[in-house]
C-alpha cells in the first residue's frame, strides 16, 4: 500500500477549504444502498484508487426494496450485489461488504451503531466517507431516511463507539480492537456545507460508467443520468472556486 505524503500527486487534486492536509491512506465508504456510492463519490474513490489509496465499501442493505417491482426481494438483493460489484470493480475496489439491514426500514438504532463499528474495527479506515445526516431539502432524493439513518450511526460509529473499548464490549470479545478514525467526509449535505472538494476531472466517465453497471436501476434512466451527472459534477466545481472541471464536493468532519 503506497502512503501519500501531503508533497504526492493526490494532494493536487484534493482542496480543503480549512486547509487541512490530510490525505487518507485507507478509506471505508459506508452507504445505505447499492448505487448511492456511485451517485455520491465514485470519481472520489476512483481518483483514490488510481493513487494507491486502499478503498473498501460497507453497504448496509441490499436495495431489496428497488425496482423492478416484479422481482422477489432475494433475487433483487442478489441482482444489486452483483450489479455493485461490478461498479466497484470500475473504480479500483474489491472488497465489499453487506451489512444486511432491511432496504427501505434503516434506522439509528444500536443495532446498527454496532455493525459498523464492527466493520470500522475489521477494515481499520483513516477516513470514513458516508451520508450526511442532515436532511437537504433541495434535494429530497438525497434526503431517503435510510441515508439520513446511515449517516447518523455512521458518526455515532465513528466518535465514540468504534474507539471506545467499553462500547459494544461483545466486539472485543469477537476480538476487534478499538480503533479512531481520522475523518469523516460527509456526501449530499445542505448547500453551502461543503468544504473539501476533489478534483474528478479524469474520472467522471468512470464514475458514470459506474453508476450505470447499476442497469436494474438506472437502465431505464440511461438517457438522461449521464447528462445529469456531468451537470452536478460541473456545478460542483463552479461553487468549490476551484479552476477544476468536474468535482465531488463534502463536508469535512475531523474526529481526532
Ligand atoms: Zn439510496
Redesign the pocket.
Same mark, same amino acid.
Given at each position: 500500500m503506497v502512503v501519500p505524503t501531503p508533497s504526492s500527486p493526490l494532494a493536487a487534486l484534493i482542496r480543503s477549504e480549512d486547509g487541512d492536509d490530510f490525505l487518507p491512506s485507507k478509506v471505508l465508504v459506508i452507504v445505505? +444502498?447499492p $448505487?448511492?456510492i456511485d451517485f455520491g463519490t465514485a470519481g472520489t474513490v476512483a481518483t483514490l484508487t488510481d493513487h494507491g489509496v486502499e478503498v473498501v465499501y460497507g453497504l448496509v442493505t441490499s436495495g431489496q426494496a428497488g425496482e423492478p417491482a416484479d422481482l422477489s426481494p432475494v433475487d433483487l438483493a442478489e441482482l444489486r450485489e452483483a450489479e455493485q460489484g461490478a461498479a466497484a470493480t470500475i473504480v479500483g475496489v474489491s472488497e465489499l461488504h453487506w451489512l444486511g439491514f432491511p432496504d427501505g426500514a434503516v434506522v439509528a438504532d444500536l443495532e446498527l451503531r454496532k455493525a459498523i463499528s464492527r466493520l470500522i474495527r475489521i477494515v481499520k479506515p483513516d477516513l470514513v466517507i458516508t451520508q450526511t445526516p442532515e436532511r437537504n431539502f433541495e434535494r429530497i432524493y438525497a434526503a +431517503?431516511p $435510510? +441515508?439520513l439513518a446511515t449517516g447518523e450511526a455512521v458518526v455515532s460509529a465513528v466518535y465514540p463507539d468504534s474507539r471506545n473499548a467499553k462500547s459494544f464490549p461483545e466486539l472485543l470479545d469477537e476480538g476487534h480492537e478499538p480503533h479512531a478514525v481520522s475523518r469523516v467526509w460527509l456526501m449530499a449535505g445542505p448547500a453551502g456545507s461543503t468544504n473539501i472538494h476533489v478534483d474528478i476531472s479524469t474520472n467522471l466517465n468512470r464514475k458514470i460508467e459506474a453508476l450505470m453497471a447499476h442497469d436494474s436501476q438506472n437502465g431505464p434512466r440511461a438517457d438522461v443520468l449521464p447528462n445529469m451527472i456531468r451537470e452536478w459534477a460541473a456545478a460542483n466545481a463552479e461553487a468549490s472556486g476551484t479552476q477544476w472541471a468536474a468535482v465531488e464536493s463534502f463536508r469535512l468532519i475531523n474526529t481526532e
Open positions: 445505505a +444502498h $448505487d448511492d +431517503h $435510510d +441515508h
